[in-house]
């Protein structure tokens, strides 16, 4: 029996070296109603290393879910069970990774190859902790554009226990591209995601891959359950202001950018006392002026080597002072 799951209508990806927790204290204080996730976790590095460090989140994170990379149903056991125990919504087996040291760990996107073993994960883990336990995944592996690979890949893990399923709308190849390649590269098939939920109408169908803006997004919703935002959200970071009022029917105001600042300042000073550097948070609030005049000052404060080794958290608060000209102009929220 697991908890309920959270709501998966809007959610932000799991971003390698990306995605840690002050990335997602900042976006919850743009959002407080998309699901937001991890980067991956290994369970090597659960196992074997310092697990605080690896799963330590703010409660103010909720609703988020730990991602996890590893193919041994016993370790994702054990790492389901230290998900739950620190107070995690969901635990998501990653699938779709396709990474030459991913591949290496037997792990990411070559699993999809192995869905009986996948399957063996998922009900271990399912197993092992009452929470709800869900997988992200590519379209394929290669070049190989055959959709019954994946119809066949979702129906195993189905019949295993997993309900929800994200899609990430493209292959993964595993020869010859990058990570990063491997995001842009690999064309995008949407048709593709959108049939499997037509195919399987009881399960979550999550789509990600190549959206880069809210409409965007929106249409994605006329055929699937809910979408995911990665890369796009991380650059322009303010679009995520809009989004509890478009896809959650939220009557709050969006927050101005000029009252993230300000909480993310307290925020900042408030891990500098636990040792945490300025520049581990201030690195995911580049974006966050993307779009309006201050931008250019606003990254070039927030990148200035000599401002980040003062460890000052009071940089945010000048530099957004600069941001806006030094005439007490509030960057409001703009019309979504």
């Known amino acids: 029996m697991t908890q309920n799951a959270p709501n998966h209508r809007f959610a932000t990806a799991p971003m390698m070296d990306w995605s840690d927790r002050h990335c997602r204290f900042f976006f919850r204080q743009l959002t407080r109603r998309a699901l937001v996730y991890t980067?991956?976790?290994?369970?090597?590095?659960?196992?074997?290393?310092?697990?605080?460090?690896?799963?330590?989140?703010?409660?103010?994170?909720?609703?988020?879910?730990?991602?996890?990379?590893?193919?041994?149903?016993?370790?994702?056991?054990?790492?389901?069970?230290?998900?739950?125990?620190?107070?995690?919504?969901?635990v998501n087996l990653n699938c779709g990774c396709p990474s030459e040291r991913v591949q290496k760990g037997a792990f990411g996107a070559?699993?999809?190859?192995?869905?009986?073993?996948?399957?063996?994960?998922?009900?271990?883990?399912?197993?092992?902790?009452?929470?709800?336990?869900?997988?992200?995944?590519?379209?394929?592996?290669?070049?190989?554009?055959?959709?019954?690979?994946?119809?066949?890949?979702?129906?195993?893990?189905?019949?295993?226990?997993?309900?929800?399923?994200?899609?990430?709308?493209?292959?993964?190849?595993?020869?010859?591209?990058?990570?990063?390649?491997?995001?842009?590269?690999?064309?995008?098939?949407?048709?593709?995601?959108?049939?499997?939920?037509?195919?399987?109408?009881?399960?979550?169908?999550?789509?990600?891959?190549?959206?880069?803006?809210?409409?965007?997004?929106?249409?994605?919703?006329?055929?699937?359950?809910?979408?995911?935002?990665?890369?796009?959200?991380?650059?322009?970071?303010?679009?995520?202001?809009?989004?509890?009022?478009?896809f959650f029917g939220s009557t709050r105001p969006a927050p101005s950018r000029h009252e993230v600042v300000e909480r993310m300042a307290a925020y900042a000073a408030r891990e500098r006392l636990r040792g945490v550097p300025l520049r581990a948070v201030s690195r995911h609030m580049i974006g966050l002026m993307h779009g309006t005049p201050g931008a250019r000052t606003w990254r070039r404060m927030l990148s200035d080597p000599a401002r980040l080794a003062a460890d000052d958290p009071g940089l945010l608060l000048e530099a957004l002072a600069a941001a806006e000209g030094g005439r007490g102009v509030r960057f409001a929220p703009l019309v979504a």
């Open 39 to 90: 980067e991956m976790v290994t369970t090597a590095a659960l196992l074997h290393g310092d697990v605080a460090r690896h799963l330590d989140f703010d409660p103010a994170e909720h609703p988020v879910a730990l991602q996890l990379g590893g193919s041994e149903p016993g370790e994702l056991a054990t790492c389901a069970r230290l998900a739950a125990r620190w107070g995690y919504d969901e």
């Open 110 to 246: 070559c699993l999809m190859a192995e869905p009986d073993l996948v399957a063996d994960c998922v009900k271990a883990m399912q197993d092992a902790a009452a929470l709800p336990v869900t997988v992200k995944h590519r379209l394929g592996i290669d070049r190989d554009e055959d959709y019954g690979f994946v119809h066949r890949f979702v129906a195993v893990l189905a019949r295993a226990g997993c309900r929800t399923f994200i899609v990430h709308a493209r292959n993964a190849w595993l020869k010859g591209l990058s990570p990063k390649a491997n995001r842009d590269v690999p064309p995008l098939r949407y048709g593709d995601a959108h049939r499997l939920k037509r195919d399987f109408p009881d399960l979550e169908i999550v789509v990600n891959g190549g959206i880069r803006t809210l409409d965007e997004a929106e249409a994605q919703l006329a055929h699937v359950d809910g979408v995911m935002l990665g890369r796009a959200a991380y650059h322009d970071p303010y679009v995520l202001a809009w989004v509890d009022r478009r």
